[in-house]
């Protein structure tokens, strides 16, 4: 009973923050922007304007779901969750601090630990795609379609740098479980071991979660909204709930991966995870207000001509540094 | 490659320390610039008298027709005005003005002038015809900034 207890509260704790952080997210992004742009951003609903994303998420609610009179109504409909919940689940194998004692049980500070975590999480991003291809078919438009074309080729390129950039590190610390990887970050983080996996996971991590400079699939000044030109009210946003998660949840997997996770002096573990997930999204944030977008053919020429021979290139030397050096 | 987004990363960063530039409205309100050109103003002379003679010469260089009068004759004992004659009616139908300000040029005693005021927003379309009480001003030196539009040398071509 307490073991159920446990796991609830867990999960509850988990993808409750997960989803609140994902919608703060979009303050966050507001307020980087305006910052970046020497303006103010949304600062009129609550303190500085945090409870906008709440007031957005009420309005949205309130807003007519618009159908296409073509679209496949079942699978348009549908699509938006089969974004949104690859994307929460993904988020289950990280571990988001060290063990805790309650109930007087002690409990690890992740959903989930399986000992193929990293494998799981290509996996669920790999799902994810789906919902953007499935919705921009379903709706039966030329800009979704043109979108989830793009975002379908841009996933298959850019997710075989990004495995192989996490290689590199599952090859030093042997093991595929992200609460194993953290603890062989006792020492030092693996960011002084990989740097070149480190940058290349960064750049690939652009072009999973379709930010920019690699956010072809919902190109505006072409593709009008990309995937989502056709979705309205919850559904679309589900949308973007399920793209912020999933830019919090590989923001994750890199302070998993290379940042050390959730060690760090005196903060407690949580504390320290969230800094260095919300180092990652000012990152993102930060790069988006700087970068023109790609080109489709540079896009494709980078991910395939430079990306990919680095990566491999970073996973040779790193399995010739692990044979020799030990 | 990376050197160019390194600098263009620097260049943004910048600009996150500078004074930000936008003005936040409904709490702050800007001074407008002498000649902007807002809601129309009656204004009267320092012993009290409306400026307007009813001449309508405003009605007249109006573009859009905007501008209604009817003037009457004074009564010698109790002038309303300067003149012969004053506006017993003056209607602007603010819906339909362009605030070109081609009245306020007009005008031979500088009795019309737009003011600065520009929050004069209305929830029915009838709110926006102003009826000669809801332009007259009660003492023309209350509105400093209705004076300093015009050199009154130029302005006033009747008197």
């Given at each position: 009973m307490a073991n159920l207890l446990i796991i609830l509260g867990k999960v509850l704790v988990g993808f409750g923050g997960l989803l609140l952080l994902a919608a703060y997210m979009t303050w966050m992004e507001r307020r980087v922007f305006a910052l970046i742009q020497v303006r103010v951003g949304p600062n009129r609903v609550g303190p500085s304007g945090l409870l906008q994303p709440i007031a957005d998420g009420i309005k949205l609610m309130f807003k007519e779901t618009i159908i296409p009179a073509q679209a496949d109504k079942v699978i348009y409909l549908l699509a938006p969750a089969v974004t949104l919940i690859p994307a929460l689940a993904a988020f289950a194998v990280v571990p988001f601090g060290d063990s805790v004692t309650v109930l007087g049980q002690k409990v690890d500070l992740v959903l989930a630990d399986i000992n193929v975590g990293i494998l799981y999480i290509f996996a669920m991003?790999?799902?994810?795609?789906?919902?953007?291809?499935?919705?921009?078919w379903a709706?039966?438009?030329?800009?979704?379609?043109?979108?989830?074309?793009?975002?379908?080729?841009?996933?298959?390129?850019?997710?075989?740098?990004?495995?192989?950039?996490?290689?590199?590190?599952?090859?030093?610390?042997?093991?595929?479980?992200?609460?194993?990887?953290?603890?062989?970050?006792?020492?030092?983080?693996?960011?002084?071991?990989q740097p070149l996996g480190f940058l290349l996971f960064v750049i690939c991590m652009l072009a999973e979660?379709?930010?920019?400079?690699?956010?072809?699939?919902?190109?505006?000044?072409?593709?009008?909204?990309?995937?989502?030109?056709?979705?309205?009210?919850?559904h679309f946003a589900v949308y973007s709930i399920a793209e912020y998660c999933s830019m919090i949840t590989l923001s994750a997997v890199g302070a998993t991966f290379f940042l050390g996770g959730w060690r760090g002096p005196l903060l407690p573990p949580v504390v320290w995870f969230l800094i260095k997930v919300l180092a990652f999204m000012f990152f993102?944030?930060?790069?988006?207000?700087?970068?023109?977008?790609?080109?489709?053919?540079?896009?494709?020429?980078?991910?395939?001509?430079?990306?990919?021979?680095?990566?491999?290139?970073?996973?040779?030397l790193t399995a010739g540094a692990v044979v020799f050096l030990g | 490659m990376l050197g160019e987004i390194c600098r263009g990363l620097w260049l943004t960063i910048k600009h996150s320390?500078?004074?930000?530039?936008?003005?936040?409205?409904?709490?702050?309100?800007?001074?407008?610039?002498?000649?902007?050109?807002g809601l129309h103003k009656l204004l009267r002379w320092e012993d009290g008298l409306e400026r307007c003679v009813?001449?309508?010469?405003?009605?007249?260089?109006?573009?859009?027709?905007?501008?209604?009068?009817?003037?009457?004759?004074?009564?010698?004992?109790?002038?309303?005005?300067?003149?012969?004659?004053?506006?017993?009616?003056?209607?602007?139908?603010e819906l339909r003005c362009i605030f070109?300000?081609?009245?306020?040029?007009?005008?031979?005693?500088?009795?019309?002038?737009?003011?600065?005021?520009?929050?004069f927003c209305q929830d029915d379309r009838g709110?926006?015809?102003?009826?000669?009480?809801?332009?007259?001003?009660?003492?023309?030196?209350?509105?400093?900034?209705?004076?300093?539009?015009?050199?009154?040398?130029?302005?006033?071509?009747?008197?």
């Open positions: 991003a790999g799902i994810g795609v789906y919902g953007i291809v499935l919705g921009s709706s039966n438009s030329k800009y979704p379609l043109l979108g989830g074309l793009r975002s379908a080729a841009q996933l298959i390129s850019y997710e075989l740098s990004l495995g192989m950039s996490l290689l590199g590190v599952v090859m030093i610390s042997g093991t595929l479980s992200l609460k194993g990887i953290v603890e062989g970050q006792a020492g030092m983080p693996y960011i002084v071991l979660t379709n930010r920019a400079p690699f956010d072809l699939p919902e190109a505006e000044s072409e593709l009008t909204g990309g995937f989502h030109t056709e979705y309205s009210s919850m993102f944030m930060w790069l988006r207000a700087s970068t023109p977008r790609l080109r489709y053919d540079q896009l494709m020429g980078f991910g395939w001509k430079v990306l990919l021979p680095l990566s491999i290139l970073n996973v040779m | 320390f500078k004074n930000r530039v936008t003005v936040q409205y409904p709490d702050v309100k800007e001074e407008m610039p002498v000649g902007y050109r009813g001449c309508k010469l405003c009605s007249a260089a109006c573009p859009v027709d905007c501008i209604y009068v009817e003037s009457e004759e004074n009564d010698p004992e109790a002038p309303t005005s300067k003149g012969e004659r004053y506006a017993s009616i003056y209607e602007i139908n070109c300000g081609y009245c306020e040029e007009a005008c031979p005693v500088g009795a019309v002038v737009l003011g600065n005021e520009y929050e709110k926006f015809l102003y009826e000669k009480g809801d332009l007259l001003v009660e003492r023309t030196e209350d509105h400093p900034e209705l004076h300093a539009r015009y050199d009154e040398k130029n302005l006033l071509t009747y008197v």
